[in-house]
């Protein structure tokens, strides 16, 4: 390949992985190629994607950028699989990948890279099952929200309970019932 030829792959390389922090690095050697089609149909759309990348020519692309770290894991044929949305995280490529190798025995973890930290081809199950972005906050936002609701409940409390009496006396007083004083 020519050196003009590698230099346009690079920059294409660094194009497509603009603005991507993370992602899932697979081999897809031995998948069939149907069975390729259709994970990377099924992964677009979850806002999925896939990229086979050449080693050397993704390496000098990654250099200096967000996707560094994961020059160490790139060896062999190498598929990168990356979330192009903010709906989708790399928590939830490697649950999508987790069930897709349930499928395609084939398919091998080289490893992850999310918010810096990078996970080894064993890590890529646990990685899959962390909270993704919206389901951690809404956890944070639970926690936050737990103390408040338990205060409002104490301070509630009472004046439901009041309010039950004088609702039970007022029925009472309606049906024409005595009231006891209680002892």
Partial sequence: MSKPIKNLIVETYKNRFEGISGGVLVDVRGVKSNDTNT?????????????????SLAKKAFEGGELAAMN????????????VSEEASVVSVARELIDAAKKLKE????????????????EIEALSKYPT???????????????????????????????????????????????????
Avoid: C, H, W
């Avoid at 994970?39 to 080693?55: C, E, G, P, W």
């Avoid at 009472?172 to 209680?182: D, F, H, P, R």
């Fill in 39 to 55: 994970l990377r149909a099924d992964l677009a759309k979850k806002q999925i994607k896939i990229t086979i990348v050449k080693n």
């Fill in 72 to 83: 160490d894991l790139i060896d062999g044929p190498s598929a990168m699989v990356y979330p």
């Fill in 133 to 183: 972005k919206d389901e951690a906050q809404a956890q944070v936002v639970q926690i936050l929200l737990s103390p408040a609701q338990n205060l409002i409940g104490a301070a509630t409390g009472p004046g439901k309970m009041i309010a039950s009496i004088l609702k039970t006396v007022q029925e009472k007083l309606e049906k024409g019932e005595e009231i006891k004083k209680a002892s």
């Fill in 107 to 122: 398919l091998e973890f080289r490893g992850a890279l999310m918010e810096g930290i990078v996970f080894g081809p064993k």
